[in-house]
Protein backbone atom coordinates (compact mmCIF):
# COMPACT_ATOMS: atom_id res chain seq x y z
CA UNK A 1 0.00 0.00 0.00
CA UNK A 2 1.66 3.49 -1.09
CA UNK A 3 2.28 5.71 1.47
CA UNK A 4 0.71 9.30 1.99
CA UNK A 5 2.63 12.82 2.50
CA UNK A 6 2.76 13.88 6.09
CA UNK A 7 0.13 16.25 7.44
CA UNK A 8 1.11 19.39 8.29
CA UNK A 9 0.19 18.48 12.25
CA UNK A 10 2.41 15.67 12.13
CA UNK A 11 6.17 15.27 13.84
CA UNK A 12 9.05 15.15 11.48
CA UNK A 13 11.38 13.47 13.82
CA UNK A 14 10.71 10.74 16.97
CA UNK A 15 13.65 10.47 18.82
CA UNK A 16 16.47 9.36 16.40
CA UNK A 17 13.99 8.33 13.80
CA UNK A 18 13.14 10.33 10.99
CA UNK A 19 9.48 10.57 10.06
CA UNK A 20 9.32 10.21 5.93
CA UNK A 21 5.06 9.33 5.24
CA UNK A 22 1.99 8.27 6.77
CA UNK A 23 1.37 4.03 6.31
CA UNK A 24 -1.85 4.24 8.54
CA UNK A 25 -4.09 5.67 11.47
CA UNK A 26 -6.22 3.98 14.01
CA UNK A 27 -8.19 4.45 17.22
CA UNK A 28 -4.66 4.10 19.19
CA UNK A 29 -2.34 6.34 16.54
CA UNK A 30 -0.78 6.90 13.83
CA UNK A 31 2.16 4.78 11.84
CA UNK A 32 4.54 6.28 10.15
CA UNK A 33 7.52 5.23 7.54
CA UNK A 34 10.58 6.29 9.14
CA UNK A 35 14.21 6.25 8.47
CA UNK A 36 16.73 5.18 11.19
CA UNK A 37 20.10 6.53 12.05
CA UNK A 38 21.86 3.87 9.31
CA UNK A 39 19.48 5.10 6.63
CA UNK A 40 17.18 1.54 6.83
CA UNK A 41 13.69 2.16 6.69
CA UNK A 42 11.60 1.28 10.15
CA UNK A 43 7.79 1.58 11.10
CA UNK A 44 7.05 4.29 13.94
CA UNK A 45 3.87 3.85 15.58
CA UNK A 46 2.88 7.18 17.40
CA UNK A 47 1.02 6.78 20.30
CA UNK A 48 -2.41 9.77 20.24
CA UNK A 49 -2.25 12.79 22.90
CA UNK A 50 -5.39 12.06 24.75
CA UNK A 51 -3.75 8.20 25.42
CA UNK A 52 0.10 9.92 26.54
CA UNK A 53 -1.30 12.14 29.40
CA UNK A 54 -2.93 8.62 30.50
CA UNK A 55 -0.37 7.65 33.37
CA UNK A 56 -2.49 4.16 33.23
CA UNK A 57 -2.01 3.91 29.44
CA UNK A 58 1.64 4.56 29.87
CA UNK A 59 2.13 1.58 32.30
CA UNK A 60 0.33 -0.62 30.80
CA UNK A 61 2.17 0.27 26.88
CA UNK A 62 5.52 0.07 28.65
CA UNK A 63 4.58 -3.76 29.84
CA UNK A 64 3.11 -4.63 26.61
CA UNK A 65 6.09 -3.20 25.04
CA UNK A 66 8.71 -5.44 27.59
CA UNK A 67 6.35 -8.78 26.05
CA UNK A 68 6.35 -8.22 22.40
CA UNK A 69 10.38 -7.85 22.65
CA UNK A 70 10.21 -11.37 23.87
CA UNK A 71 8.37 -12.41 20.79
CA UNK A 72 10.51 -14.47 18.40
CA UNK A 73 11.14 -12.17 15.24
CA UNK A 74 10.28 -14.62 12.78
CA UNK A 75 7.06 -14.58 13.01
CA UNK A 76 6.39 -10.70 14.20
CA UNK A 77 7.39 -7.54 12.83
CA UNK A 78 10.27 -7.10 15.16
CA UNK A 79 10.55 -4.53 18.03
CA UNK A 80 13.52 -2.30 17.04
CA UNK A 81 12.83 0.57 19.91
CA UNK A 82 10.55 2.22 21.86
CA UNK A 83 10.13 5.19 24.68
CA UNK A 84 6.65 5.33 25.96
CA UNK A 85 8.03 8.36 28.52
CA UNK A 86 8.45 10.66 25.10
CA UNK A 87 5.90 13.50 25.35
CA UNK A 88 4.77 11.17 22.42
CA UNK A 89 4.85 7.55 23.25
CA UNK A 90 6.31 5.99 20.27
CA UNK A 91 7.08 2.10 19.23
CA UNK A 92 9.35 1.65 16.39
CA UNK A 93 9.20 -1.75 14.69
CA UNK A 94 10.95 -3.91 11.41
CA UNK A 95 9.27 -2.27 8.45
CA UNK A 96 7.12 -5.42 6.58
CA UNK A 97 6.88 -5.41 2.90
CA UNK A 98 4.05 -7.42 1.88
CA UNK A 99 0.13 -7.36 1.40
CA UNK A 100 -2.07 -7.98 3.76
CA UNK A 101 -4.43 -11.49 3.96
CA UNK A 102 -7.04 -8.97 4.02
CA UNK A 103 -5.90 -7.43 1.10
CA UNK A 104 -4.81 -10.34 -0.93
CA UNK A 105 -8.25 -12.41 0.13
CA UNK A 106 -10.30 -8.64 -1.22
CA UNK A 107 -7.66 -8.36 -4.74
CA UNK A 108 -7.77 -12.55 -5.79
CA UNK A 109 -10.37 -13.92 -3.60
CA UNK A 110 -10.23 -17.43 -1.97
CA UNK A 111 -6.78 -19.05 -1.32
CA UNK A 112 -5.96 -22.22 -2.57
CA UNK A 113 -5.64 -25.20 -0.29
CA UNK A 114 -1.86 -25.16 -0.21
CA UNK A 115 -1.29 -22.02 0.01
CA UNK A 116 -4.61 -21.91 2.94
CA UNK A 117 -2.40 -24.47 4.79
CA UNK A 118 0.54 -22.54 4.71
CA UNK A 119 -1.25 -19.48 6.10
CA UNK A 120 -2.98 -21.45 8.85
CA UNK A 121 0.56 -23.34 9.80
CA UNK A 122 2.55 -19.83 9.89
CA UNK A 123 -0.13 -18.54 12.15
CA UNK A 124 -0.67 -21.18 14.24
CA UNK A 125 2.91 -20.61 14.81
CA UNK A 126 3.12 -16.62 15.16
CA UNK A 127 0.65 -17.49 18.27
CA UNK A 128 2.52 -20.88 19.79
CA UNK A 129 5.24 -18.14 20.26
CA UNK A 130 3.58 -14.89 21.05
CA UNK A 131 1.78 -17.43 24.02
CA UNK A 132 4.95 -18.85 24.98
CA UNK A 133 5.95 -15.53 26.18
CA UNK A 134 2.51 -14.75 28.05
CA UNK A 135 1.08 -12.50 25.81
CA UNK A 136 -2.52 -12.67 24.07
CA UNK A 137 -3.10 -11.05 20.97
CA UNK A 138 -6.60 -10.11 21.09
CA UNK A 139 -6.89 -8.48 17.73
CA UNK A 140 -6.14 -10.90 15.67
CA UNK A 141 -7.53 -10.57 11.90
CA UNK A 142 -6.67 -10.52 8.14
CA UNK A 143 -5.44 -7.19 8.31
CA UNK A 144 -2.78 -7.64 11.10
CA UNK A 145 -1.64 -11.11 9.31
CA UNK A 146 1.56 -9.29 6.52
CA UNK A 147 2.41 -11.67 3.59
CA UNK A 148 6.14 -11.28 3.44
CA UNK A 149 7.96 -12.30 0.85
CA UNK A 150 9.74 -14.76 3.83
CA UNK A 151 7.32 -15.86 5.48
CA UNK A 152 3.56 -14.72 7.36
CA UNK A 153 3.92 -11.91 9.80
CA UNK A 154 1.90 -11.52 12.96
CA UNK A 155 1.59 -7.85 13.82
CA UNK A 156 -0.33 -5.53 16.47
CA UNK A 157 -0.27 -7.85 18.73
CA UNK A 158 -0.55 -7.34 22.70
CA UNK A 159 -0.47 -3.49 22.96
CA UNK A 160 -4.66 -3.26 22.41
CA UNK A 161 -4.49 -4.79 25.90
CA UNK A 162 -2.98 -1.33 27.13
CA UNK A 163 -6.04 0.62 26.10
CA UNK A 164 -8.18 -2.51 26.83
CA UNK A 165 -7.29 -2.60 30.53
CA UNK A 166 -7.33 1.38 30.86
CA UNK A 167 -10.96 2.31 31.79
CA UNK A 168 -10.69 5.52 31.40
CA UNK A 169 -10.56 4.88 27.65
CA UNK A 170 -13.57 2.07 27.78
CA UNK A 171 -17.25 1.79 28.66
CA UNK A 172 -20.00 -0.28 27.88
CA UNK A 173 -20.37 -1.03 24.16
CA UNK A 174 -16.95 -0.05 23.34
CA UNK A 175 -14.53 -3.01 22.50
CA UNK A 176 -11.16 -3.40 21.65
CA UNK A 177 -10.64 -5.10 18.33
CA UNK A 178 -12.89 -6.09 15.44
CA UNK A 179 -15.94 -8.28 15.87
CA UNK A 180 -16.16 -10.05 13.07
CA UNK A 181 -13.30 -12.18 14.76
CA UNK A 182 -14.09 -11.83 18.58
CA UNK A 183 -14.43 -15.02 20.39
CA UNK A 184 -17.57 -15.36 22.98
CA UNK A 185 -16.21 -14.32 25.84
CA UNK A 186 -14.41 -11.28 24.60
CA UNK A 187 -18.37 -10.23 24.26
CA UNK A 188 -20.33 -11.81 27.16
CA UNK A 189 -17.99 -12.12 30.12
CA UNK A 190 -20.70 -15.10 31.53
CA UNK A 191 -18.81 -17.25 28.76
CA UNK A 192 -15.60 -17.34 30.63
CA UNK A 193 -12.11 -15.26 31.27
CA UNK A 194 -10.41 -14.20 28.29
CA UNK A 195 -7.40 -16.61 27.59
CA UNK A 196 -5.31 -17.73 24.71
CA UNK A 197 -8.08 -19.48 23.62
CA UNK A 198 -9.84 -16.29 22.49
CA UNK A 199 -6.97 -15.86 20.12
CA UNK A 200 -7.62 -19.85 18.47
CA UNK A 201 -11.39 -18.72 18.30
CA UNK A 202 -9.63 -15.72 16.16
CA UNK A 203 -7.62 -17.89 14.17
CA UNK A 204 -10.46 -19.75 13.53
CA UNK A 205 -11.99 -17.05 11.99
CA UNK A 206 -8.96 -15.69 9.93
CA UNK A 207 -8.57 -19.39 8.48
CA UNK A 208 -12.05 -19.57 7.24
CA UNK A 209 -12.38 -16.01 6.02
CA UNK A 210 -8.78 -16.72 4.17
CA UNK A 211 -10.27 -20.35 2.46
CA UNK A 212 -13.95 -19.25 1.78
CA UNK A 213 -14.21 -15.20 1.07
CA UNK A 214 -16.66 -14.46 4.05
CA UNK A 215 -16.38 -14.47 7.43
CA UNK A 216 -17.71 -17.41 9.87
CA UNK A 217 -20.17 -15.37 11.59
CA UNK A 218 -21.63 -12.50 9.14
CA UNK A 219 -25.26 -10.30 10.58
CA UNK A 220 -25.97 -7.11 9.31
CA UNK A 221 -24.70 -5.09 11.86
CA UNK A 222 -21.91 -5.99 14.18
CA UNK A 223 -24.66 -6.37 17.06
CA UNK A 224 -26.58 -9.11 14.67
CA UNK A 225 -22.76 -10.50 14.08
CA UNK A 226 -21.90 -10.59 17.62
CA UNK A 227 -25.22 -12.56 18.48
CA UNK A 228 -24.24 -14.71 15.78
CA UNK A 229 -21.36 -15.63 17.11
CA UNK A 230 -22.80 -16.11 20.64
CA UNK A 231 -25.40 -18.59 19.22
CA UNK A 232 -24.93 -19.80 15.50
CA UNK A 233 -22.63 -22.42 14.43
CA UNK A 234 -20.13 -20.90 11.73
CA UNK A 235 -20.31 -20.77 8.18
CA UNK A 236 -17.74 -22.93 6.51
CA UNK A 237 -19.10 -23.55 3.09
CA UNK A 238 -16.09 -23.67 0.50
CA UNK A 239 -13.47 -24.17 3.17
CA UNK A 240 -11.52 -26.97 2.28
CA UNK A 241 -12.26 -30.55 4.31
CA UNK A 242 -8.57 -30.85 4.90
CA UNK A 243 -8.81 -27.92 7.70
CA UNK A 244 -12.82 -28.18 8.59
CA UNK A 245 -12.64 -30.20 11.01
CA UNK A 246 -9.77 -28.14 13.09
CA UNK A 247 -11.35 -24.46 12.08
CA UNK A 248 -14.50 -25.77 13.53
CA UNK A 249 -12.85 -26.86 17.12
CA UNK A 250 -11.06 -23.58 17.05
CA UNK A 251 -14.85 -21.66 16.96
CA UNK A 252 -15.65 -23.59 19.71
CA UNK A 253 -18.29 -21.56 21.74
CA UNK A 254 -16.90 -23.18 25.08
CA UNK A 255 -13.15 -21.85 24.93
CA UNK A 256 -12.07 -24.80 27.37
CA UNK A 257 -12.66 -27.44 24.00
CA UNK A 258 -10.45 -25.16 22.02
CA UNK A 259 -7.07 -26.32 20.75
CA UNK A 260 -4.04 -24.32 22.25
CA UNK A 261 -1.74 -22.83 19.42
CA UNK A 262 0.85 -25.78 19.96
CA UNK A 263 -2.04 -28.18 19.34
CA UNK A 264 -3.22 -26.52 16.19
CA UNK A 265 0.47 -26.38 14.91
CA UNK A 266 1.19 -30.12 16.00
CA UNK A 267 -2.14 -31.03 14.20
CA UNK A 268 -1.42 -29.02 11.09
CA UNK A 269 1.77 -30.33 10.49
CA UNK A 270 0.29 -33.83 10.60
CA UNK A 271 -2.54 -33.05 7.78
CA UNK A 272 -2.39 -34.38 4.81
CA UNK A 273 -1.93 -32.35 1.48
CA UNK A 274 -4.59 -30.43 1.11
CA UNK A 275 -6.69 -30.62 -1.82
CA UNK A 276 -8.71 -28.14 -3.56
CA UNK A 277 -12.07 -28.98 -2.50
CA UNK A 278 -16.28 -27.49 -2.15
CA UNK A 279 -17.71 -28.56 1.62
CA UNK A 280 -21.04 -27.94 3.13
CA UNK A 281 -21.70 -28.10 6.72
CA UNK A 282 -22.45 -29.31 8.80
CA UNK A 283 -21.92 -32.41 6.66
CA UNK A 284 -18.91 -31.81 4.53
CA UNK A 285 -18.32 -33.66 1.07
CA UNK A 286 -15.22 -33.44 -0.72
CA UNK A 287 -14.79 -33.45 -4.44
CA UNK A 288 -11.07 -33.89 -5.61
CA UNK A 289 -10.21 -31.52 -8.68
CA UNK A 290 -6.19 -31.75 -8.40
CA UNK A 291 -3.76 -34.66 -8.19
CA UNK A 292 -1.84 -33.92 -4.84
CA UNK A 293 1.76 -33.88 -5.73
CA UNK A 294 4.04 -36.78 -4.17
CA UNK A 295 5.04 -36.42 -0.67
CA UNK A 296 8.22 -38.36 -1.27
CA UNK A 297 9.89 -35.73 -3.63
CA UNK A 298 11.13 -32.50 -3.69
CA UNK A 299 10.33 -29.88 -7.07
CA UNK A 300 12.11 -26.62 -7.59
CA UNK A 301 13.71 -26.86 -3.99
CA UNK A 302 10.22 -26.83 -2.14
CA UNK A 303 9.48 -29.42 0.90
CA UNK A 304 6.38 -30.67 1.99
CA UNK A 305 6.20 -29.65 5.38
CA UNK A 306 5.29 -33.28 7.16
CA UNK A 307 8.34 -34.34 4.79
CA UNK A 308 10.81 -31.64 6.77
CA UNK A 309 8.88 -32.91 9.99
CA UNK A 310 9.66 -36.27 9.50
CA UNK A 311 13.25 -35.81 8.58
CA UNK A 312 14.22 -34.03 10.92
CA UNK A 313 12.87 -36.06 13.65
CA UNK A 314 14.37 -38.72 11.84
CA UNK A 315 17.65 -37.35 12.03
CA UNK A 316 17.64 -35.46 15.71
CA UNK A 317 15.99 -32.49 16.66
CA UNK A 318 19.67 -31.95 17.99
CA UNK A 319 21.29 -32.27 14.48
CA UNK A 320 23.22 -29.67 12.57
CA UNK A 321 21.29 -27.02 11.27
CA UNK A 322 22.61 -28.39 7.87
CA UNK A 323 20.26 -31.23 7.74
CA UNK A 324 18.03 -28.46 5.89
CA UNK A 325 20.43 -26.70 4.50
CA UNK A 326 17.76 -26.28 0.67
CA UNK A 327 15.91 -24.22 2.82
CA UNK A 328 18.76 -21.46 3.55
CA UNK A 329 20.75 -19.95 5.83
CA UNK A 330 18.10 -18.00 7.44
CA UNK A 331 16.87 -21.84 8.66
CA UNK A 332 19.89 -22.01 10.14
CA UNK A 333 19.99 -18.88 11.91
CA UNK A 334 16.20 -19.39 13.44
CA UNK A 335 16.89 -23.16 14.56
CA UNK A 336 20.42 -21.80 16.78
CA UNK A 337 17.95 -19.19 17.67
CA UNK A 338 15.17 -21.36 19.26
CA UNK A 339 17.46 -23.77 20.51
CA UNK A 340 18.85 -21.39 23.39
CA UNK A 341 18.34 -22.25 26.54
CA UNK A 342 15.01 -20.40 27.24
CA UNK A 343 13.93 -19.68 30.94
CA UNK A 344 11.23 -21.26 32.96
CA UNK A 345 7.76 -19.04 32.66
CA UNK A 346 4.51 -20.29 33.49
CA UNK A 347 1.87 -20.09 29.91
CA UNK A 348 -1.17 -17.68 30.24
CA UNK A 349 -4.08 -19.42 30.61
CA UNK A 350 -6.10 -22.30 32.92
CA UNK A 351 -3.08 -24.84 32.00
CA UNK A 352 0.07 -24.19 33.87
CA UNK A 353 3.32 -25.67 31.68
CA UNK A 354 7.24 -24.73 31.27
CA UNK A 355 8.90 -23.33 28.67
CA UNK A 356 11.27 -26.59 29.07
CA UNK A 357 9.60 -28.13 26.15
CA UNK A 358 9.64 -24.92 23.99
CA UNK A 359 12.70 -25.39 21.99
CA UNK A 360 12.01 -28.46 20.10
CA UNK A 361 8.86 -27.13 19.76
CA UNK A 362 9.71 -24.22 17.37
CA UNK A 363 12.10 -25.95 15.64
CA UNK A 364 9.57 -27.86 14.40
CA UNK A 365 6.96 -24.14 14.44
CA UNK A 366 9.82 -22.50 12.81
CA UNK A 367 10.84 -25.47 10.29
CA UNK A 368 6.71 -25.30 9.36
CA UNK A 369 6.97 -21.96 8.83
CA UNK A 370 9.81 -21.48 6.43
CA UNK A 371 8.89 -24.41 4.68
CA UNK A 372 5.13 -22.99 4.54
CA UNK A 373 6.88 -19.34 2.44
CA UNK A 374 8.83 -21.83 0.28
CA UNK A 375 5.74 -22.68 -1.09
CA UNK A 376 5.99 -19.21 -2.66
CA UNK A 377 2.44 -18.03 -1.26
CA UNK A 378 3.42 -14.13 -1.55
CA UNK A 379 5.62 -14.57 -4.44
CA UNK A 380 2.83 -15.86 -6.32
CA UNK A 381 1.15 -12.80 -5.37
CA UNK A 382 3.43 -10.84 -6.95
CA UNK A 383 3.95 -12.83 -9.96
CA UNK A 384 0.54 -14.20 -10.71
CA UNK A 385 -1.21 -10.33 -10.37
CA UNK A 386 1.48 -8.82 -12.05
CA UNK A 387 2.70 -6.32 -9.62
CA UNK A 388 5.10 -5.53 -6.72
CA UNK A 389 3.74 -6.84 -3.24
CA UNK A 390 2.23 -4.05 -1.27
CA UNK A 391 3.67 -2.06 1.52
CA UNK A 392 1.06 -3.25 4.88
CA UNK A 393 0.97 -0.49 7.65
CA UNK A 394 3.05 -2.14 10.98
CA UNK A 395 1.01 -2.48 14.39
CA UNK A 396 -2.21 -0.57 13.20
CA UNK A 397 -4.75 -1.62 10.06
CA UNK A 398 -3.35 0.80 7.27
CA UNK A 399 -6.00 3.13 6.02
CA UNK A 400 -8.48 2.14 3.41
CA UNK A 401 -9.02 4.26 0.28
CA UNK A 402 -10.69 7.12 0.38
CA UNK A 403 -15.18 6.42 0.26
CA UNK A 404 -15.39 9.30 -2.61
CA UNK A 405 -13.06 7.30 -5.00
CA UNK A 406 -15.97 4.67 -5.34
CA UNK A 407 -19.09 5.86 -4.21
CA UNK A 408 -20.69 9.33 -6.17
CA UNK A 409 -23.85 9.37 -3.79
CA UNK A 410 -23.49 13.30 -3.35
CA UNK A 411 -26.55 14.93 -1.53
CA UNK A 412 -27.56 18.75 -2.12
CA UNK A 413 -26.03 21.00 -0.16
CA UNK A 414 -28.45 22.93 2.23
CA UNK A 415 -28.24 25.15 4.81
CA UNK A 416 -31.05 25.46 7.65
CA UNK A 417 -30.93 28.54 10.21
CA UNK A 418 -32.50 26.42 12.40
CA UNK A 419 -35.04 29.02 13.72
CA UNK A 420 -38.65 26.88 12.80
CA UNK A 421 -39.70 23.28 12.06
CA UNK A 422 -38.33 22.47 8.67
CA UNK A 423 -35.83 20.00 7.80
CA UNK A 424 -35.51 19.10 11.01
CA UNK A 425 -38.81 18.65 13.45
CA UNK A 426 -39.88 18.62 17.13
CA UNK A 427 -40.38 15.73 18.76
CA UNK A 428 -40.51 13.87 22.06
CA UNK A 429 -40.05 10.29 23.79
CA UNK A 430 -38.96 9.11 27.57
CA UNK A 431 -35.37 9.94 26.27
CA UNK A 432 -35.55 13.44 25.53
CA UNK A 433 -36.90 15.75 23.03
CA UNK A 434 -36.15 18.38 20.50
CA UNK A 435 -37.70 21.88 20.42
CA UNK A 436 -37.76 25.25 18.34
CA UNK A 437 -37.89 28.42 20.63
CA UNK A 438 -35.78 31.55 20.57
CA UNK A 439 -35.50 30.82 16.83
CA UNK A 440 -32.47 27.69 17.69
CA UNK A 441 -33.04 23.95 17.85
CA UNK A 442 -33.17 22.83 21.66
CA UNK A 443 -32.03 19.23 21.87
CA UNK A 444 -32.80 17.80 25.84
CA UNK A 445 -31.91 14.19 27.27
CA UNK A 446 -33.29 12.80 30.37
CA UNK A 447 -30.78 11.16 32.82
CA UNK A 448 -28.11 9.48 31.22
CA UNK A 449 -29.45 8.95 27.93
CA UNK A 450 -28.78 10.19 24.07
CA UNK A 451 -31.51 11.86 22.05
CA UNK A 452 -31.32 12.28 18.34
CA UNK A 453 -33.39 14.85 16.38
CA UNK A 454 -35.72 14.20 13.82
CA UNK A 455 -33.52 15.66 10.67
CA UNK A 456 -33.56 15.54 6.79
CA UNK A 457 -32.89 12.56 5.16
CA UNK A 458 -30.02 13.94 2.56
CA UNK A 459 -27.80 11.67 1.84
CA UNK A 460 -24.14 12.44 1.33
CA UNK A 461 -20.34 10.70 0.56
CA UNK A 462 -17.49 11.82 -0.03
CA UNK A 463 -15.62 15.28 0.84
CA UNK A 464 -18.18 17.31 2.63
CA UNK A 465 -18.15 19.75 5.48
CA UNK A 466 -20.63 20.49 8.38
CA UNK A 467 -20.89 23.96 9.90
CA UNK A 468 -23.26 24.29 13.14
CA UNK A 469 -23.44 26.86 16.05
CA UNK A 470 -23.91 25.53 19.06
CA UNK A 471 -24.41 26.55 23.23
CA UNK A 472 -23.88 23.66 25.86
CA UNK A 473 -26.69 24.60 28.45
CA UNK A 474 -24.46 22.86 31.59
CA UNK A 475 -21.11 20.60 32.24
CA UNK A 476 -22.60 17.79 31.87
CA UNK A 477 -24.36 18.60 28.16
CA UNK A 478 -22.94 17.20 25.46
CA UNK A 479 -23.59 17.87 21.47
CA UNK A 480 -23.97 15.36 19.26
CA UNK A 481 -23.48 15.09 15.43
CA UNK A 482 -24.02 12.17 13.21
CA UNK A 483 -22.46 12.56 9.84
CA UNK A 484 -22.74 9.28 7.06
CA UNK A 485 -24.94 7.84 9.10
CA UNK A 486 -27.91 5.14 8.24
CA UNK A 487 -29.51 3.72 10.98
CA UNK A 488 -27.02 2.15 13.73
CA UNK A 489 -23.83 3.25 11.61
CA UNK A 490 -21.93 5.89 11.16
CA UNK A 491 -19.78 8.26 12.50
CA UNK A 492 -20.20 10.87 15.49
CA UNK A 493 -18.86 13.54 17.03
CA UNK A 494 -19.51 14.07 20.78
CA UNK A 495 -18.82 17.69 22.18
CA UNK A 496 -18.70 18.36 25.59
CA UNK A 497 -17.34 20.89 27.63
CA UNK A 498 -13.84 19.23 28.22
CA UNK A 499 -13.57 16.56 25.55
CA UNK A 500 -14.39 16.37 21.94
CA UNK A 501 -14.29 13.23 20.76
CA UNK A 502 -14.91 11.32 16.85
CA UNK A 503 -16.56 7.49 17.23
CA UNK A 504 -16.62 4.93 14.54
CA UNK A 505 -20.36 3.98 15.80
CA UNK A 506 -20.98 -0.16 14.34
CA UNK A 507 -24.42 -1.10 15.84
CA UNK A 508 -23.46 -1.65 19.76
CA UNK A 509 -19.94 -1.10 19.08
CA UNK A 510 -17.92 2.82 19.57
CA UNK A 511 -14.72 2.79 18.45
CA UNK A 512 -12.67 5.87 19.07
CA UNK A 513 -10.89 7.15 16.40
CA UNK A 514 -10.18 10.75 17.61
CA UNK A 515 -10.26 12.37 20.80
CA UNK A 516 -9.09 15.79 22.91
CA UNK A 517 -9.12 17.55 25.84
CA UNK A 518 -7.14 20.34 24.78
CA UNK A 519 -10.28 22.37 23.55
CA UNK A 520 -13.03 24.07 25.51
CA UNK A 521 -16.17 24.10 25.26
CA UNK A 522 -17.75 26.86 27.93
CA UNK A 523 -21.01 26.08 29.02
CA UNK A 524 -23.69 28.84 28.20
CA UNK A 525 -21.54 30.26 25.65
CA UNK A 526 -21.99 29.75 21.58
CA UNK A 527 -19.47 28.33 19.86
CA UNK A 528 -18.76 27.84 15.99
CA UNK A 529 -18.09 24.20 15.54
CA UNK A 530 -16.90 22.59 12.01
CA UNK A 531 -16.19 19.33 10.67
CA UNK A 532 -14.52 19.02 7.13
CA UNK A 533 -13.85 15.58 5.04
CA UNK A 534 -11.62 15.43 2.92
CA UNK A 535 -9.97 12.47 1.35
CA UNK A 536 -10.88 10.29 3.76
CA UNK A 537 -10.10 12.03 6.57
CA UNK A 538 -12.09 14.52 9.03
CA UNK A 539 -10.46 18.02 10.83
CA UNK A 540 -12.87 19.10 13.59
CA UNK A 541 -12.24 22.95 14.40
CA UNK A 542 -13.91 24.94 17.08
CA UNK A 543 -13.84 28.93 16.03
CA UNK A 544 -12.03 28.28 13.95
CA UNK A 545 -9.12 26.40 15.39
CA UNK A 546 -8.39 22.71 14.42
CA UNK A 547 -9.08 20.33 17.54
CA UNK A 548 -9.07 16.86 16.41
CA UNK A 549 -8.04 14.91 13.19
CA UNK A 550 -9.07 11.57 12.31
CA UNK A 551 -9.12 9.05 9.35
CA UNK A 552 -13.42 8.41 8.29
CA UNK A 553 -12.36 6.05 5.05
CA UNK A 554 -13.99 2.82 6.41
CA UNK A 555 -15.32 1.67 2.89
CA UNK A 556 -18.47 0.36 4.90
CA UNK A 557 -19.39 3.94 6.00
CA UNK A 558 -18.87 5.77 2.74
CA UNK A 559 -22.60 8.05 2.71
CA UNK A 560 -25.20 8.71 4.92
CA UNK A 561 -26.70 11.63 6.84
CA UNK A 562 -26.16 14.42 8.75
CA UNK A 563 -28.51 14.41 12.49
CA UNK A 564 -27.98 16.24 15.23
CA UNK A 565 -28.56 15.79 19.06
CA UNK A 566 -27.63 15.48 22.85
CA UNK A 567 -26.11 12.88 25.87
CA UNK A 568 -26.00 13.29 29.51
CA UNK A 569 -22.66 12.97 31.20
CA UNK A 570 -24.47 13.81 34.52
CA UNK A 571 -27.46 11.74 35.75
CA UNK A 572 -27.98 13.95 38.23
CA UNK A 573 -29.66 16.58 35.65
CA UNK A 574 -31.38 17.19 32.42
CA UNK A 575 -29.07 17.85 29.60
CA UNK A 576 -29.50 20.24 26.80
CA UNK A 577 -27.68 21.98 23.90
CA UNK A 578 -29.14 24.41 21.03
CA UNK A 579 -28.23 24.51 17.61
CA UNK A 580 -28.68 27.64 14.95
CA UNK A 581 -27.04 28.15 11.61
CA UNK A 582 -26.24 24.99 10.10
CA UNK A 583 -24.51 24.84 6.88
CA UNK A 584 -23.97 21.42 5.25
CA UNK A 585 -21.49 20.80 1.77
CA UNK A 586 -20.89 18.15 -0.29
CA UNK A 587 -17.52 18.29 -2.07
Not at 257 to 271: C, F, G, M, S
Not at 364 to 372: P, S, T
Not at 471 to 477: D, E, K, Q
Amino acid sequence: MASRPLRPGDPRRLGDYQLLARLGEGGMGTVFLGRDPDGQPVAVKAIKPEFAGDEEFRARFRSEVNRAREVPSFCTAAVLAADPDSETPYLVVEYVDGPSLQEMVHERGPMSPGDLHSVAVGVAAALTAIHGVGVIHRDLKPANVLLSLGLPKVIDFGIARALEGTTQHTRPGRFVGTVDYMAPERLDSSVGLVTPAADIFAWGAVIAFAGTGHIPFQGDTPMATAAQILTRPPDLYGLPASLTELVAQALDKDPRKRPTANELLQRLLLVATPKLITVDTPSPIAADVRTPVPRDRRENGRFDARDLLEQIIAENPAASPYAVAPMSRSVERQLNKVRRPQPTRPRVGTRTRTRSRTPRRLIYAVAAVLLASATGVTLAYAQNTGKEPSVAATQLAPESAPASASVKLLGPSFSDPLREPGRFQESTSEAGRCTFRDARLHAQATGRSTYQCHGPTDAFAGDQSIAVNLTLAGAGSCAMIWFRHLDTRGYQLTACAEVLELEELNGAVLTSIGRTSAVALAPGTPHNLSIVISGGHATVSVDDKPAVQAAVADPNLASGRVQLGVTNTDKAKNAEVSFANLDVRAG
